[in-house]
């Protein structure tokens, strides 16, 4: 299974739900008050869920949060594909 990593909107900042491919991962995860804190915590999630998982990854994320995630963290692919 790949892996996830959504962004959602609460209040003033921003949360995470990030599952893995062994049911590793979090529901509710602060990653801060400004889109770029946001965006800097979801490639960071990519990294670490997405580019290790050989099914890939991939980002769900408000629209002001995916503008300024990276390209290749946006949809990491799987390592066979």
């Known amino acids: 299974m790949r892996s ?3 962004i959602s909107k609460r209040g003033e900042g ?3 739900t ?3 491919k062994f ?3 979090f529901q509710g ?4 008050l400004t889109p770029f804190e946001a ?11 997405g580019q290790s998982n050989p099914e890939g990854g991939d980002l769900m994320a ?3 949060v995916w503008d300024l995630v990276p ?3 946006r949809s990491i692919q799987a390592k066979d594909a």
């Open 39 to 49: 965006a800097a915590k979801a490639a960071e999630w990519m990294i670490s869920y």
């Open 14 to 16: 921003y949360i995470a």
């Open 71 to 73: 390209d290749h963290l």
């Open 29 to 32: 995860g602060r990653c801060g």
């Open 4 to 6: 996830t990593v959504i």
């Open 62 to 64: 408000p629209q002001e």
């Open 18 to 20: 990030v599952s893995g």
């Open 23 to 25: 049911g590793g991962g």
